[in-house]
Structures are given as C-alpha cells and as structure tokens.
C-alpha cells in the first residue's frame, strides 16, 4: 500500500504542469469508486490517491507563492521568526512566518513562509520573536545549469513561498517580546555550548550534533563531509534519535529498578516503550524535526504502539508505515534528497544484512558489513541527487559511526541535559564530547585529502540509476544466491557519458546561467576553455563552485585547458580562483590581471591558436591597454568550419568599433551580449557590422540594472536579431557542427520542464 501511494505521488514529480485542482477530485472519486467495486485491484486506486494527493498539495504549495504584481513592491508585513536566525559579518538570513501583509495600507490576502535577508547592520534577532518589517520579495526563482542544484524544487519542498530583504523603514521594531518556543530552546542550548568549549570550530559540532544547529559550519567543513560521505552524521540523523530512545529506555528501566512497585500500575513493557518514544520525540524537536529523524521517530512510534497495544511489528511493517504517514502528511517530501537516502538506506540494511548471532563479533560484523552496505547501495542514489561520491565513505564511516553514535552524541546529549539542570557540571562533559570531536574532524579532514577521495561522474540517466540500484541489491544478496559478482556490472551505465565530446572541427558552448554575471564553458574534441566564472558573494556563495564546477562534472568534463577572465568585475572574476584551484594545470588569461586574486597572463589581441580544427582569435585589448575598465575585457572569436562566436566580455560601444572591425569578412558570428544587454553596449552599429544570426545575454532574472535594458532588446529586434535569455532560458547550449550550420538548443530551463519551476 504505502508502496502503491508512492508511485502515484512520484507520477506527479515528472509533470511539467498541474492540471486543474477538480482533475484531482475525480482522480480521488476514481480510486474509491476502484476500491469499492474492484477489491483485488486496491493497489491501482493507492496510486490514483497517491497521485490526486501530491496534485492537490503540490498545487497549493504553487498558489501560496508570492503573487506576481507584488514582486518587487515593499510590503509591510507582520510574522514570526521560524529555525534558527543565521549572523553573518555582513547580514542576517532568517525565516519570517508571515501573519499579515499590506501594501499601501491594504490588507493583501497573502501569507507564507519566506526566507529574508537583513543587511547593514541588523539587530539581534531570536527565534520565535514577532517582527514589523518592510520587506521587498519576489518569487523563489533559482539557477538551472547541468548538474546544479534546483533551488525552486527545494523552496517548494521546504513551503518557502517568496525570498528577500529588509528595506530600511524607521518602523522596523521587534512586537514584544520573544515566545517560548523549541526553536527558542534550540538556540539556547547552542549558546551554552559555545560559551562553554573554547575552540569555536569544536563548538561548532558539538551545536549540530546536540540540537542540528550547523549555523557554525563553514563551507570548507562540508567538502570534508561530502568527500569522506558523513554529511548526514553532521547534523543530526535517524540513528542519533534512536540513541536517543535507547536513552529514554535506559531510563524507564532504571526506574523501574528502584521502583519496582510501579509495574502494578503500568507495565515495564509499555513504560520503556513509551519513555523511548517520548525521549526520541523530544531529541527529534531538538533537531527541527528533519527528514530524517521524523522517520526514525516515526518507526519508533509504530513499535512504540504495537508494543502498548501487544501486537508484534516487523521492521519492513515499521518502515513502511514510517513512509505511508510521511506521504500522507507531506506528499512533496519526496523531493527532497534525504527522503530517498533515508528510506532506501534502512531498506538496503533491511534485505541486505544477515544477522549473526549475539556478542561483540556479530555487533562488529553488523556495523563493517553495514557500512558497506550503504555505501554501495547509496552510491547511485548520491550521485543521482549530487553528482559526486566518497571514495573513502566506507572506511570514513566505519569510524565515524561508532564514535559519533556511541560517544560523541552520547556526551553531547549528557551535557545538553546537564545545562539545564545543573549547568556548572556539563562544562566537562561538554569538554569530553569536544575533544572527541575535534579528533575525529582531524581524522576526516586527512581522509578528505587522500587523492581520488571524491568521485564525479557525468548526469546519471533514470535507467543507468535503477540498474544500479537493482545491482547493489544484487551484490548483497543472501549466500547461496548464484552470481552475485554480476550484480557489479549493473554499475556500469553509471559510467556512461551524459554528451560525447564532439568532432574534428566542430566545438559546443555552453552559456551557463549564472544569475546576473557571466561565464561560457566551450568544448572542442580533446580542449576545454573556461570563459568567466560568475560572481562569488559575501555570504561565500561562489558560483564558480556552485554552477561551473558542477556544469563540467555533470557534461563529463574532468579537464580544463584554458581559463580567461575578460575583466576584474566579480559578476565576472568572483568564482575564477575555484575553478583554477580546482585545474591548476590550466593557462590563465586576464583582461586586467592586476584585479585578479590569482596570478593570471594578460590577454592581448593578436593571440591566437588552434585546438582540433578549431581556430581562437582574442580581439581585445590593445597592446598596452589592459588593467582599465570594462573596455580591457578579453574579447576572444572561436571560428570552426561552418560557424564562429564572439564572446565580447563587457565592452562598451567605445571599443565596439575596432572590435567589429577585427572580427572581418566571413560567416557571421552568433554573440554573447556585450556587458549584460547594458545601455552602453550594443550600438546599432555594432549590430549592423556584426549581424549575428542569434544573440546571446546573460543576465540575472529581475536584476536591480534592469538588464538586458528594452531599448538594448529593441535594437536587436530591429535588426531581425533572435535574442535569447538566461535568466528566462537557463544555461543555453550552442551548437557548432563541423558539417552544418551553428544552432541554438532548448535552455535548460525548457528542456526540463517540471511544474514548480518558473
């Protein structure tokens, strides 16, 4: 059954658009009317509810954004502070749960959960406090380039319904004072942790795995987690909540034992089962409530019930009814990556791990045999989700499980509970949990080092992810069943390459949607050259990691050849020190090389050279005229047998003269927009000497330039010039056969239509 609702709520994870809210309510008629009249076929009507359920509540999760006419308007609004408030050096991001919203002093009929940042030095601001803020908002709306993450599909799993900032108003004020709250309770303990360990990084873990507060957390601590595999001990998994239980159950037995007259009122039985429920409940609270720990909690309240209730429950009985109340409750959590690692995860150790008897052999047995099992049979499922896998997972967490389970949380926990109750005695107990996990990070940051420790792989295919998953079943399965090495070879169309390098000649662009910024990935057969690399941000957000990085692995690109920065700007140079970090091998080129955090070669025009029938020409700068301005960008003309680009950087119509002039007589070149579709670029005759049979601009979707400017669009449309986005499109890929002429591909954001993104 909860297999069937499955399936009909995954249906409607693949529609490119919600049909009307009263499809939903036939589908539902539809199903009952199945059950009623076709008993054997009841699985059929669990899928139609499944998916009549996910339309419905994925439909009111669409409708709950921000309507469209109040993006970019300043609001006033009323709510409350939800999770934990994050400070930065120069703002604070926070989750507003919003009450009430006007505009002009109109009520709007609008609420929702939005995520809001708070610039030039904001106040302090606690969780559950109640705010009045003037904010300006729009719709969640992310990047989509090959291997990035889709943030549009995590704002609707998460119920975000608008993003934004606080605008300066002298009414801004906190109403009252702070409730009380779990949230209030979480950051409370966080505080007394770090006030009581000395070395704030320590701090910083035992606050994530005491209450999931990973505030403290930098990025560089989560490449070491992703590449030993142990994210999911950061913060607080399933696993910990079940030590929790067992906690809880130590208790009720203790207490028991002192007290053994109790079991004339209530029986041990059902007191231990219910103080582990009751323990894990409040350990799981601690936690926010993650995916992952409402599973766990979930599976203990199914034992929890069956025991009260004197009824025997299976572990598949316990997770399945684990999976059927998390649906039922929130169809959309199958979009989010954890559901899928946590469920297949038990299900794996489930099928897959033999028990062998008792004792300390058998416990040692389980947890290496464990280990094994979900790094194998998880390795498809984080590539699919990540596009990357540990290496060194199995032996990372064969280390780290046991001692973050059975030691460090233990303390942690010990030293949480003693806070509150005597707070002088959980300063040693808090120092004991550190040291521990200072030792185990120093032993995770050397693995993260060893060479090979992250694997990447081109985009998995839906069919090369079943086969996987089927042949990690297979590997695992019980002794005795004949050929179970075969079950290796399904892994192979993981290797598959998602696009083939093209031919002698020929060459293929990528023009990456970095938000408001630019960077091209272009491909000949045997060269990669890098062109800009997006913008890093103060937050640390650099998209030279999050977009260009992830671009390459995802293509099945692991080389890099050249890297050229056209000019020192951010929205251009800011994610360039990753990449060549990433490469180091790769030649740099600069248009203003003394702006570059990195050492870089100056780009002069008259360079030239040749990779596999395909001919580079730089246009820009002048000898002697780099480190200026925008005009010293690096304008570089890629020419192959039957079509060439021009990448022109931010040049203005200053400059567009000469560069016109050196692009020459021959094939027009398709265009990647001067400086954004800005005012000062794109002259109409820089259009006219060029003409390019398309145009290509990159640019930020509701960027505060207003780019491309509509007079920019409106001399491109006059000369008969196609025009293409984006910030509408997504990355854009073009195409440039050796035999044929140079064509535009579907954007990323067309060719892979879901129903919640824009």
């Known amino acids: ?70 993006e970019g308007r300043d609001l006033i609004v009323i709510g409350t502070i939800v999770d934990l408030p994050l400070k930065r050096d120069y703002a604070s991001s926070f989750e507003l749960r919003v009450d009430r919203a006007t505009l002009d002093g109109r009520l709007l ?12 030095d904001p106040p302090v601001l606690h969780p559950c406090s109640r705010w009045r803020l003037q904010l300006r908002l729009k719709r969640p709306r992310g990047l989509l380039d090959p291997g990035s993450a889709d943030s549009e599909r995590t704002a609707l799993q998460r119920g975000i319904v608008a993003h934004g900032y606080v ?17 209030g309770a979480r950051d409370a303990i966080a505080r007394g942790i770090a006030a009581r360990v000395r070395d704030p990084h320590d701090a910083a873990l035992l606050r994530a795995f005491a209450v999931g507060d990973t505030r403290g957390l930098q990025q560089r601590d989560w490449a070491v987690a992703r590449a030993n595999g142990v994210s999911h001990l950061i913060a607080i998994s399933g696993f910990h909540v079940g030590v929790a239980a067992v906690f809880g159950l130590g208790l009720a037995t203790l207490l028991y034992g002192l007290l053994p007259q109790l079991g004339h009122r209530l029986p041990r039985p059902q007191a231990q089962a219910a103080a582990a429920l009751l323990a894990a409940t409040i350990y799981a609270a601690l936690a926010g409530f ?3 720990t409402v599973r766990t909690l979930l599976m203990i309240a199914v034992v929890t019930l069956a025991r009260c209730g004197r009824r025997g429950s299976t572990g598949a009985q316990s997770l399945g009814l684990a999976m059927l ?8 959590a199958v979009l989010a990556a954890g559901f899928w690692l946590s469920f297949v995860g038990v299900a794996f150790l489930m099928l897959c791990l033999q028990a062998r008897g008792r004792g300390l052999r058998a416990f040692l047995h389980e947890l290496s045999a464990g280990q094994m099992v979900m790094t194998v049979g998880l390795l498809p499922l984080s590539l699919w989700f990540f596009g990357q896998a540990s290496l060194v997972g199995a032996l990372s967490n064969l280390v780290a499980v046991p001692l973050v389970s059975f030691a460090i949380v233990p303390c942690a926990l010990g030293g949480t509970l003693l806070l509150g109750l005597c707070p002088p005695a959980a300063t040693p107990v808090l120092w004991v949990a550190a040291k521990l996990a200072h030792a185990q990070w120093w032993l995770l940051e050397q693995t993260a080092a060893w060479p090979g420790a992250q694997w990447y792989l081109p985009s998995v295919q839906p069919f090369a992810l079943l086969l996987a998953l089927a042949g990690a079943l297979w590997l695992f399965m019980p002794r005795g069943v004949p050929l179970r090495w075969l079950g290796a070879l399904l892994f192979l169309p993981l290797l598959y390459p998602a696009l083939a390098p093209p031919p002698a000649g020929a060459f293929r662009v990528w023009v990456l949607d970095v938000g408001q910024g630019l960077s091209v990935l272009l491909r ?62 790769a030649t740099r080129y600069a248009g203003e090389p003394s702006r570059m955090q990195i050492p870089m070669q100056q780009c002069v025009s008259g360079q030239s050279w040749r990779w596999d029938g395909v001919d580079f020409r730089v246009l820009n700068p002048a ?18 047998p039957r079509g060439r680009l021009l990448l022109a950087g931010d040049i203005s119509s200053r400059v567009e003269p000469q560069v016109a002039a050196a692009v020459g007589l021959g094939m027009a070149p398709l265009l990647v927009v001067p400086h954004h579709g800005s005012k000062t670029s794109s002259s109409a005759a820089f ?40 910030a509408t499109q997504g990355a854009i890929p073009l195409e440039f056969p050796a035999d044929a002429p140079a064509r535009r591909e579907p954007g990323w954001r067309l060719r892979q239509r879901r129903y919640w993104r824009e």
């Open 1 to 70: 059954m909860g297999l069937a609702l499955l399936v009909g709520v995954l249906v409607v994870q693949w529609l490119p658009s919600l049909p009307p809210r009263w499809f939903a309510l036939l589908l539902l008629a539809l199903a009952l009317l199945l059950a009623w009249r076709w008993p054997q076929g009841r699985w059929v009507g669990c899928i139609l509810i499944g998916v009549a359920w996910a339309m419905f509540r994925g439909g009111l999760a669409v409708d709950a954004r921000l309507p469209r006419s109040l």
């Open 109 to 120: 009929p609008w609420r929702g959960r939005v995520a809001v940042s708070w610039y030039d």
């Open 167 to 183: 605008r300066d108003d002298v009414d801004n004020a906190q109403l009252g004072k702070p409730s009380l709250c779990v949230d």
């Open 290 to 292: 993650g995916l992952p």
């Open 325 to 332: 109340a998390i649906l039922l409750v929130d169809p959309l």
């Open 524 to 585: 000949t057969q045997h060269h990669v050259l890098v062109y800009d690399a997006g913008a890093r941000y103060p937050s640390g957000f650099d998209l030279g990691e999050a977009v260009v990085l992830p671009a390459m692995h995802a293509l099945g690109i692991g080389e890099l050849d050249m890297l050229m920065i056209s000019h020192g700007d951010n929205d251009h140079a800011g994610g360039a020190e990753t990449v060549a970090t990433a490469f180091p091998q």
């Open 623 to 640: 000898p002697g005229q780099g480190d200026r301005d925008n005009d010293s960008s690096c304008v570089l003309l890629v020419q192959g």
């Open 687 to 726: 259009i006219a000497a060029i003409h390019p049979p398309l145009a290509v601009v990159s640019a930020g979707w509701r960027n505060r330039f207003g780019h491309p400017k509509p007079e920019v669009v409106a001399r491109y449309a006059a000369a008969g010039v196609p025009l293409f986005n984006t």
